[in-house]
């Protein structure tokens, strides 16, 4: 197939946000999710949220990104390498090379044993036939970085990192739809699908953070899980033994509407270097504690970027907000200058 560009056209929508509600998660299943380290640990998710080292791959590249075929066989892309990984011994066997000295963060693989990944330098995605031994291009993404790719529901799901969306890819109809908007979010280092049949499925994220979570896209609930590792290592991909049934439960995705903030002639900035919160996590209420009493509005935000609380700041520096009506979870903090500059202040948990 011959690769086209496509250019994404942002439109200027407003008042329209995913309402997001947070509930209890289910268990994972044993032996089912699997991590891998930027020290090319591989842990695998058992039951009750417990990480177990299942073996270290022996590469010299770090890992990237890691992705089981249909078979069972385990694959990591290393930059440009795409290798196969023994989970008893850790031995490796270097099977590709991307193109024009391409090299991707992104993989996922599908039913027909196609592993598709991102490339970071052409924005191009790619698949490569594990039994072909060839590589095809699909489709341009878009120059945004992208650190895992899974599929969802026929479609291939990867996040936009500069615009905080997820995005899927229809392979089908060469469309791309937003799914998921997330302003100000940590990036995801992993994203993974767990299914057991087209009619059951699960999707679990873990950011840059180490904070995992499962959405569930039809009803717009996410949920952050009991999953609290003390790894020295941070997590660089995430894959599950079932995603590969992902691609072929096929369903056309409508696109949600994302609110951009540039777009509302805001301009974004980090300020949470300069900013405290505390208690963190919290129960009935948070003090914010600024080095300069720079913002008349600050505001409370959710993950799906619903702004749930506003406080009007007089030049003050200590600011107390009530949280006691908000629902448990992950939230966000942004200051508002008068001039319509907007800050990230930070994130708290809600008890």
Known sequence: MNMSRIMTTHHLLKGILITSLLVLAKP??????YLSTTNNSIYRLDTGFVLTLVTTALYPKALTDIAFSSEGKLYGVAKEDIVEINLQTGETNLLKQLPGHDYSYAMGCSDEDKLYLRGQW???????????????LINYLGNDQTYDLTFYRGNLMYQSEYHNIINVYDLIEQKFSKIACKPNYPRIEGLSSSMDSCGTEHVYLVDDLSILYE????????????????????????????EHIGSTCYSHLQSVICMNYELVGLKEVD??????????PADSKINIQLTEPFFTLIEIVDIFGRTLLQINNEESTEIEADISQLPAGMFFIHGI???????????????
């Open 28 to 33: 994972i299943s044993g032996q089912e999710i």
């Open 122 to 136: 052409s924005d191009v995605l790619y698949a490569y036939d594990l039994h072909a031994h060839e590589f095809q």
């Open 215 to 242: 959405i569930n896209f039809q009803n717009h609930l996410v949920t952050p899980l009991h999953f609290y590792p003390t790894l020295e290592y941070r997590f660089s991909g995430m894959a599950s033994r079932s």
């Open 271 to 280: 300020a949470s270097s300069t900013s405290k919160i505390f208690p963190n």
């Open 337 to 351: 200058t008068v001039d319509g500059t907007l800050s990230y202040l930070g994130k708290f948990m809600k008890n």
